[in-house]
């Protein structure tokens, strides 16, 4: 029997093939499997958050999927194929960890991390491939809070950061304070209000990360609490054979507070 690995590939490698492959998969490129790679990836952090690890291992093996899909679409316009990316990534994790691999020494994080961002400017420089910006390399296409969080980081790292909290916090008022003075103003605009939450929500991921907490994941445990307590909710109304669509918010309230007094008398320690 194959090696499991092998045995994924020819199955991607059959399902491909033009003659008797799958009607689906043959009409799949790049482009459009990008939009399932996505899904899979957050259906991996879903079954994380979650704790379900026999979910993890079925989620883990859509994703792997995806990477041997990438490379069976590659292999084919001849750019490379699954061999070509484990042997490069092998590579890359030998020739990055010097103080594992190597006669390096490090002393501690910090100089681990310092040494890391040397020898990934110096691969690029040997690659021919020149920054305008120490930004250039932040992906595009990363969730919002994300990006704002790698941006902020990325700057940190040459000094462009605040050293103490307080103007961090110092800032977070004032750019709700900013929000508020166009919320207020006698003809609000959309487009100003717009700008400024984006400040306010960038001052916020600032907060975040000077507080050493990943703003996704705060969002994330956040939204995860109020899909529970509002499913409290639902349940309480069904107890009395009502809908929430028929309920006053101050009931709403009244239930909402019901099912936080319940969570505070039995605390949840995952969130």
Known sequence: MSHPIEQLKQIMAKLRDPESGCPWDLKQSFETIVPHTIEETYEVVDAIHAGDWDNLKEELGDFIFQAIFYCQLAQEQGLFDFDDVICGVNEKLIRRHPHVFGDLKAKDETEINANWDKIKAA?????????????????????????????????????????????????????????????????????????????????????????????????????????????????????????????????????????????????????
């Open 123 to 271: 691969e690029k420089q040997q690659a021919g491939k020149t920054e305008q910006s120490i930004l250039d390399t932040v992906p595009a296409s990363l969730p919002a809070l994300s990006k704002a969080n790698k941006l902020q980081s990325r700057c940190a790292k040459f000094g462009f950061d605040w050293d103490t909290l307080p103007p961090v916090v110092a800032k977070v008022q004032e750019e709700l304070e900013e929000v508020m003075a166009e919320v207020n103003h006698a003809q609000p605009d959309q487009e100003k209000i717009e700008s400024e939450l984006g400040d306010l929500l960038f001052s916020v991921v600032n907060l975040s990360r000077h507080l050493k907490c990943h703003p996704e994941t705060a969002l994330n445990r956040s939204n995860h609490k109020f899909i529970r307590r509002f499913k409290g909710v639902e349940a309480i109304a069904r107890m009395k054979n009502k809908s929430v669509s028929d309920l006053t918010l101050s009931e709403l309230d009244a239930m909402w507070e019901q099912v936080k007094a319940g969570e505070s008398a039995t605390p949840d320690i995952s969130e």
